[in-house]
């Protein structure tokens, strides 16, 4: 497995350009005012993280990955790598991002509120874990192309659903904000790590039985 990551890592360094392209974006974001460290964690964790799915681009690319298969490299250890990776590569850009902001901002400026900063940004962890939940195995299933535009189709779906139950009951933005706020913040954090975990694993469970059959 240790031969998949290094593979990946040069991928990454070959898009070194893009990488950088997004920090300076981030960085912008954290300059432009208050509000705008948490957008910018946001950005930068999701846009990293579907670079996880990227690869696999690569990998298909001129009957690669069925090459890959013929060396020592099990499926099941071609989809845990995926896993992590894009585990690892939320992490980091959530990482990247918290302390460019607390730099750009300033430990002073922050204070007073750089724990609930810090906590507010830590969500989008888990709902970039929670993407890649579920568009892994597609594209695992389908193909890097056809499985990219299958979950950008599910995903419009859901928040087309989603928006109009909220219309349909009748909520509107400030109710909606309201009650977040009066939730704790902590106890949502910790529910939604440990809903992600469970849900990330299966997902995997699921990717492997999908690449066990995986005609090449």
Same mark, same amino acid.
């Given at each position: 497995?240790?031969? *998949?990551?290094?593979?990946?890592? +040069? ?7 893009? &990488?950088? *392209? $997004? ?15 948490? &957008?910018?964690?946001?950005? /930068?964790? /999701?846009? %990293?993280?579907? /670079? ?7 990998? +298909? ?17 071609? $989809?845990? +790598? ?5 585990? !690892?590569?939320?992490?980091?850009? =959530? ?6 902001? $607390? ?12 724990? +609930? %900063? ?9 709902? @970039? ?5 579920? #568009? *892994? ?17 599910? =995903? ?7 928006? #109009?139950?909220?219309? %349909?009951?009748?909520? #509107?933005?400030? @109710?909606?904000?309201? =009650? ?10 910790? !529910?939604?790590?440990? /809903? %992600?975990?469970? $849900?990330?694993? !299966?997902?995997?469970? !699921? #990717? ?9």
């Amino acid at each position: 497995m240790k031969g *998949l990551f290094v593979k990946d890592i +040069e991928l990454m360094k070959q898009q070194k350009q893009f &990488f950088i *392209l $997004v920090i300076v974006m981030g960085v912008i974001l954290n300059l432009a005012g208050s509000g705008s460290s948490s &957008f910018a964690a946001g950005y /930068f964790t /999701f846009v %990293t993280a579907i /670079f996880a799915i990227t690869t696999i681009s690569y990998d +298909e690319f001129d009957n690669g990955l069925a090459f890959l298969m013929t060396l020592p490299v099990t499926r099941k250890q071609y $989809v845990a +790598e995926k896993y992590l990776l894009g585990a !690892g590569l939320t992490a980091a850009a =959530w990482g990247i991002t918290t302390i460019t902001g $607390v730099i750009c901002k300033g430990v002073a400026e922050l204070q007073g509120d750089l724990s +609930e %900063t810090i906590i507010d940004s830590l969500i989008y962890i888990p709902l @970039a874990l929670l993407m890649l939940t579920a #568009s *892994l195995p597609l594209v695992i299933h389908f193909g890097a192309e056809k499985g990219r535009y299958i979950a950008m189709v599910m =995903w419009a779906i859901i928040i087309a659903v989603v928006y #109009s139950l909220i219309k %349909t009951i009748g909520l #509107s933005a400030d @109710a909606v904000d309201a =009650w977040l706020n009066g939730l704790n913040r902590g106890m949502v954090l910790a !529910g939604a790590v440990l /809903f %992600t975990v469970i $849900v990330y694993m !299966g997902s995997y469970g !699921g #990717s492997v039985r999908l690449m066990e059959k995986k005609e090449f």
